[in-house]
C-alpha cells in the first residue's frame, strides 16, 4: 500500500499510472544531524531538476521519524535505462556534487518495480 500521489512530499511530473509501473527508483540520503536541513533543502531541489529529464515521472520524498537526516527518495521513471542515463548525465550538477559532499554514508541505490 503506498502513498496516494497527492501525498504531503510527492510531486508528479507526468500523470501516468501505466509508467510509474516500468521503473522505480529508491535512493538512500543519510546526513548528519548538523546537516540534516540543509541535505534535505538540497535534495529537494535535485528532484526538482528532474523535471527537465526525459522519462521522469514523479517523486516522494520520505524522511526517517526516528533520525531527521536520513532521506528516502522513491522515483519513478519510464524505464531503468532513462533513470540511469539522468543518473550519469547529472552526476557533475553543483547540487549532486554538494548531496555527495553533505552526506555523512555513501548514498543507497535500489531499483524496484511495483507489484
Known amino acids: 500500500m503506498g502513498l496516494p500521489d497527492d501525498a504531503p512530499g510527492t510531486f ?8 510509474q ?12 544531524p548538523d546537516e540534516a536541513e540543509q541535505g534535505r533543502e538540497i535534495t529537494q531541489t535535485i528532484w526538482a531538476d528532474m523535471l527537465d529529464y526525459d522519462g521522469y515521472v514523479g517523486h516522494e520524498l520520505l524522511q ?4 531527521p537526516g536520513h532521506l528516502f527518495v522513491v522515483s519513478r521513471w519510464t524505464s ?4 540511469d542515463q539522468v543518473l550519469r548525465d547529472y552526476a557533475d550538477n553543483p ?14 541505490r535500489t531499483v524496484a518495480h511495483r507489484l
Open 80 to 83: 531503468r535505462e532513462q533513470a
Open 95 to 108: 547540487n549532486a556534487v554538494a548531496a555527495n559532499n553533505l552526506v555523512s554514508q555513501p548514498r543507497r
Open 12 to 19: 508528479q511530473a507526468k500523470p501516468n499510472r501505466e509508467a
Open 64 to 67: 526517517d521519524v526516528d533520525d
Open 21 to 32: 509501473r516500468d521503473g522505480v527508483l529508491d535512493l538512500g540520503f543519510h546526513f548528519s
